[in-house]
């Protein structure tokens, strides 16, 4: 990423159309300067939409979309995707690896015979992991469905920071081999190529595995080791027929098990048959376009099909694409008929989102309307219709529930919109004695049928056993009744068409009565028998029930119709989100119970990413999503308020990504002890404005967070220079409060308390550090890189005015390009609030005295320091722990060693002697360096 021979930097504007990208920098005026905004102002609470501006010379009429002899006419117009590049885009896999939540991820391949390789077989993988030596194991790639006889054989990174390739003769598990790398003494860190030849049926009765490494996957390789295994039989790995995946084990014939996920960056994998033979299967991940999300696929060298399972996506990490996003209008402007510009505006994929205003539906109504749940629902009637409405609409464009046992006739005794306590509903309505019936699309027969609704029976129960739910249907039996009977229980009665009784079910063991729960009939076709169920899940607890069945002799067919107290008096029964599902059946769990639940208690990264997909607008994660905040209940909103929501409650940063049309988010975890990106000033091309800023436009010294309908807790810094206490003792109260989406009331004290912390940062404020790329091109490789939540530093201050070092966390960012110049100015906010300790750490696990001080002054030459420990335990003197860095009166030093000088309990009391705890004496002393 330098200049050319000219001295221009490679920039590049592109407009996607006709299925690709398509340069159209020729026509860009580059006298008026292409500029770029990104990410947020320093203390701005939610980032802008990203922009992007520029001026395009349409002289010939071309960037006019109405103009029908234009070349780009009928494939320009509003929001037309367009991109800006400076040099060529290092594109890699992401993949979040947590088997836990929505946010699993992996690669996968299905099975093909020429995947099985009897003789030597060589394994290539380029890979970055978060850890190497992570929380637990984590598969890299694998060919192994578990627990299934199909294990043939995986790469998996231990906690241990090994590496191993373990494999199966005859696929079971419990027989693998194993061979493995000490990734310490190989000093494996950060992005490592690693190889593997296997040899399972050496000659000398023994297996064989050769180990290298190398930078990427092109090489060259340097040998490591070779493993050899004496006195073992000789056995080509098993010819299963497993899909080869990446990320975790498989499944079946797919690509996700959530066995051992991996976490971390993924560039490129290769199966080759025999050592350094052809390949077999490749996933390379550099052709790719970066923001590619499933469920996109690509093919291979070998003509292997991958498809992505779960949220992975393809990034960018070289930071060449510095905008994609939108052309929101294409106005003509001219000075005289020749001289024609259009001068462009174009957003990131935020704007459209902050335009979808329209309030979001309920958290049950998202559950069972998302897309994810189309293929297996043929009727649902959501129930949240208004005070006066007639009858119930659809929530998936079929057939109303009509009211009434008399057509045009309507009993008023349902009350609409009367029950509003389940916590992923809006207002259902009570039923009483009349009926409601919807018409269920006809569908074909599939062997099973779900039918539920959620339920809520007053606390006094009903008077006499009452049907809640009846289905009727086109088989032998006619017509299931779903009862309740006076104590809460409930029971079915089957009819058959010609309306006798076929069977009656004793009482279930449930306890409707004064419960909120989703409840109903889940049926199967097993041969000539009807296996049924009733089933109940509670909204206060995450247990389900059930009660169970065979009824013999029968078929249900399909369901033709569902009807609410068809027959008795439900006495004020609350009931709604009536669902009807004929497919894929056998599960509620991640979508329809946790939308019962309001995703209650998930994670901002899941509730992030699920929103996301909900509304077509994809969420891509930077960071381990292990750590986010739990959420409260999903409230109705606006799209852009419930993302914003749930960003704001984990104090993470949600932004436009700057390599694809899409939201990015930058988890709080991740912004914890990073290692900075370094610029020094005396070397630097730092120019103005750089203009640091010592004020109170950022304290809060005095903090409170609410949970949304919870507790709330009060944080008062109490001492030093920005506490709460007025002048001259503190800086007076700077109060701030905040209500926020939390899963727990336990949340709120850490949240008070973390926030007060990042409000009384006592440093200078940098709200620009602007830096000319084209005085010193060098640097741009590195600077490009430097992306929102970032740590920038910017060291070999001039000491006399300001610290010595600008140290934060980038916010957001302005560029401008005009061709020649290229500069970039970033927006912070202090770094050291975000360097956290962490336990048993070498770096972050060491504990800082509670008080020190100088006991005389030093000048700038000094390099032994005497220092009092004042409150809490002395500084450290062994050297495993040095050295570290401190700031001594603004100036920031390593100290390479700390010793013993004088020191006393201060036990005997005597007032006057050196000893005296109101004058006290240095009892260490450090050495130190700049």
């Known amino acids: 990423m330098l200049p050319d021979a000219s001295g221009l930097w490679p920039v590049a504007v592109e407009l996607f159309h006709s299925g690709r990208w398509n340069d159209i920098t020729c026509d860009v005026d580059v006298s008026d300067e292409l500029r770029i ?28 979309p109405r103009n029908p002899v234009s070349p780009l006419y009928g494939l320009i117009g509003r929001n037309t995707p367009v991109r800006v590049r400076v040099g060529e885009p290092e594109v890699v896999a992401r993949l979040l690896g947590d088997s836990t939540s929505s946010s699993h991820s992996n690669v996968a391949t299905p099975n093909r015979p020429e995947f099985n390789l009897p003789g030597v077989m060589d394994v290539r993988f380029d890979v970055e992991p978060e ?43 419990d027989n693998r081999h194993n061979s493995y790398i000490v990734g310490d003494y190989f000093g494996i860190t950060g992005r490592t190529a690693l190889r593997v030849v ?115 996506y393809s990034e960018d990490l070289a930071g060449a694409i510095r905008f994609t996003g939108h052309v929101s209008a294409w106005p003509p402007r001219w000075s005289d008929p020749d001289n024609a510009r259009t001068p462009i505006e174009a957003y990131g994929a935020r704007r459209l989102v902050d335009r979808s205003g329209t309030p979001l539906r309920s958290a049950m109504f998202r559950a069972s309307t998302n897309p994810g749940q189309a ?54 309505p009570e039923f009483h004695i009349t009926a409601a019936v919807g018409t269920v699309p006809l569908a074909p027969q599939t062997g099973e049928l779900r039918v539920y609704a959620l339920v809520h029976v007053p606390e006094e129960g009903v008077a006499i056993d009452t049907t809640v739910i009846s289905v009727a249907t086109t088989g032998s039996v006619a017509e299931w009744r779903v009862q309740v009977t006076p104590t809460g229980t409930a029971q079915i009665q089957v009819y058959d068409p010609d309306g006798d009784l076929v069977f009656a079910s004793v009482d279930g063991a449930f306890a409707l009565n004064g419960t909120r729960a989703l409840f109903g ?23 389900g029930g059930v009660y169970s069945g065979t009824l013999l002799g029968h078929d249900f067919g399909s369901a033709t119709s569902v009807a609410i107290t068809p027959y008795g008096d439900l006495q004020g029964t609350a009931v709604g989100h009536v669902t009807v599902m004929n497919r894929d059946t056998e599960n509620l769990w991640n979508g329809i119970i946790d939308g019962f639940h309001g995703h209650a208690g998930e994670d901002t990264v899941d509730r992030l990413q699920r929103l996301g997909a909900e509304e077509q607008h994809p ?12 959420l409260d209940v999903q409230q109705v909103g606006s799209l852009d308020t419930l993302l914003d929501e749930a960003a704001e409650s984990d104090l993470g940063s949600l932004h436009d990504r700057r390599d694809a049309a899409a939201l990015g988010y930058r988890t709080r975890v991740s912004l914890y002890n990073q290692t900075p990106v370094v610029l020094d000033y005396e070397t630097d091309p730092i120019v103005a404005p750089f203009e640091p800023i010592d004020d109170d436009a950022a304290l809060e010294n005095d903090v409170t967070v609410t949970r949304r309908n919870g507790s709330s807790f009060r944080s008062v810094r ?46 200078l404020r ?20 430097v992306d929102v939540g970032d740590r920038l530093q910017v060291t070999s201050l001039p000491s006399r005015w300001v610290d010595a070092v600008a140290d934060v966390i980038v916010q957001g960012y302005t560029e401008t390009h005009d061709g020649i110049r290229w500069r970039l100015e970033f927006n912070g906010t202090p770094a050291s609030a975000w360097q956290v300790g962490v336990l048993d750490d070498e770096v972050y696990g060491r504990a800082d005295t509670a008080g020190s001080e100088l006991v005389a002054a030093v000048d700038a030459t000094a390099t032994t320091l005497p220092v009092l420990t004042t409150d809490g335990p002395r500084w450290v003197e062994d050297t495993e722990h040095l050295p570290f860095d401190v700031t001594v009166g603004g100036e920031h030093v390593t100290v390479t060693g700390v010793r013993s000088l004088l020191s006393d309990d201060f036990g005997r009391g005597d007032v006057g002697r050196w000893d005296d705890p109101e004058r006290g004496l240095w009892d260490q002393t450090m050495t130190w360096g700049e």
């Open 37 to 64: 905004t990104r990410g947020r102002s320093d203390y701005q609470s939610s980032a802008s939409p990203a922009r992007l501006s520029f001026t395009l010379d349409n002289s010939d009429g071309r960037y006019s």
């Open 131 to 173: 850890s190497w030596t992570p929380d637990a194991p984590q598969i890299v790639v694998a060919r192994t469905v578990w627990n299934t006889g199909n294990f043939i054989w995986e790469v998996v990174v231990f906690p241990s920071g090994n590496v191993h390739f373990r494999w199966s003769p005859d696929g079971d598990n």
């Open 198 to 312: 296997v040899d399972t049926l050496n000659t000398t009765g023994s297996h064989v595995y050769d180990w290298y490494r190398a930078d990427t996957l092109d090489g060259p390789w340097s040998y490591l080791t070779t493993i050899t295994i004496e006195g073992v039989s000789n056995y080509p790995l098993y010819a299963g027929d497993a899909p080869i995946t990446i990320g975790t084990a498989g499944v079946g014939s797919a690509g996700w098990s959530g066995w051992d996920v991996y976490r971390g960056h993924f560039y490129g994998f290769q199966l080759r048959d025999g050592a350094d033979g052809p390949i077999v299967a490749e996933a390379d991940f550099a052709g790719m376009e970066p923001g590619m999300t499933a469920p996109d696929e690509f093919t291979d060298v070998a003509g292997n099909v991958w498809t992505y399972e779960g949220s992975p």
């Open 375 to 428: 293929h297996r629902t043929i009727a649902y009637w959501p129930m949240e219709d208004g005070p006066n409405a007639t009858e119930f609409a659809s929530g998936i464009g079929g057939p109303a529930m009509r009211v009434g046992r008399i057509p045009g006739y309507h009993v008023r005794d349902i009350d609409y919109a009367a029950y509003s306590d389940f916590v992923a509903s809006e207002a259902l």
């Open 521 to 543: 009939l889940w049926l199967l076709q097993n041969g000539s028998d009807i296996d049924w169920q009733l089933f109940q899940f509670v909204e206060t607890t995450t247990v």
């Open 619 to 630: 969420v891509l994660i930077a960071g381990t999503p292990e750590g986010s905040e739990p």
């Open 718 to 763: 109490r001492d030093g220079p920005l506490a709460a206490t007025p002048p001259p003792e503190g800086v007076g109260r700077y109060d701030a409060s905040y209500t926020l989406s939390l899963a727990d009331d336990a949340q709120v004290s850490w949240q008070a308390q973390w926030r007060q912390h990042l409000g009384t940062v006592d440093e």
């Open 766 to 785: 940098y709200p620009t550090i602007a830096v000319d790329l084209h005085h010193k091109p060098e640097l741009a490789a590195t600077l490009a890189r």
